[in-house]
């Protein structure tokens, strides 16, 4: 069982250019979200999925596209990167009965992004 | 907007010392609290979570409190360790949305 796991862990890119950021978990959570997180700042929402072929926006998505295949991956698209992506993103994710009940909400280890 | 203020943004504690974070919230209706403990480089690891009628829930050397009526929660560490030494992350979720809601974290530091 590995839980959440994010690639890469770092990552450089060049202005304009594009990447994925990959997220599986292996939990069969409905619920997966991605986050960044920036000096002095709590975790933003980026977009959030609740089950496979349904996606939302979070309170931060312009810059950022995703897709909801299956349930088990969640990743996130940088169309064009701009030195305002540099951040740290983390992925996690729960079962959706869950997220307001006991149950933990389980995050990857992070990518650490720069976009120079 | 649902918001979620902690403080101090950061202390400095020495290694057996006791200390208090504090986490105000504008979150509602409100669903659960939970604090989050996030080391350098890693991300958060849940270490308690607490619904509407919970006042106090413990987790070995931290004990976190809630008080629903003033929309105000701390969370107590106990004779403080080197390894204690993370961010601390207060986070809020409304029982109408799927969203949560992050504190900025507060940074402890524990010196021996």
């Known amino acids: 069982n590995a839980g959440v796991t994010q690639t890469p862990k770092f990552q450089v890119l060049k202005t304009g250019q594009s990447m994925t950021l990959q997220c599986a978990q292996d939990?069969?959570?409905?619920?997966m979200s991605w986050y960044r997180q920036d000096p002095g700042m709590g975790l933003r929402l980026i977009h959030y999925?609740?089950?496979?072929?349904?996606?939302d926006q979070g309170e931060v998505p312009n810059g950022y596209n995703v897709s909801r295949s299956t349930t088990e991956d969640f990743p996130l698209r940088l169309l064009s990167a701009a030195p305002s992506q540099t951040s740290v993103y983390f992925c996690?994710?729960?079962?959706?009965?869950?997220?307001?009940?006991?149950?933990?909400?389980?995050f990857g280890s992070g990518t650490r992004l720069t976009v120079v | 907007k649902n918001q979620v203020e902690q403080s101090p943004q950061s202390l400095i504690i020495l290694e057996g010392k006791n200390c208090t974070l504090q986490?105000?919230?504008?979150?509602?209706?409100?669903?659960?609290l939970r604090w989050y403990k996030q080391d350098t480089g890693r991300g958060p690891v849940s270490l308690t979570i607490?619904?509407?009628?919970?006042n106090t829930k413990s987790n070995g050397r931290y004990t976190a409190t809630l008080d629903a009526d003033t929309k105000q929660s701390s969370l107590h560490i106990t004779a403080s360790q080197l390894s204690d030494s993370a961010s601390y992350i207060c986070?809020?979720?409304?029982?109408?949305?799927?969203?949560?809601?992050f504190g900025a974290g507060t940074t402890v530091t524990v010196r021996a």
């Open positions: 607490m619904t509407f009628s919970e």
């Open positions: 986490c105000n919230y504008t979150v509602s209706p409100f669903s659960n």
């Open positions: 996690a994710s729960t079962e959706i009965g869950q997220l307001h009940g006991y149950y933990g909400y389980t």
């Open positions: 939990m069969n959570h409905e619920y």
């Open positions: 986070v809020v979720i409304a029982s109408n949305d799927y969203k949560l809601s």
């Open positions: 999925s609740v089950g496979a072929g349904i996606t």
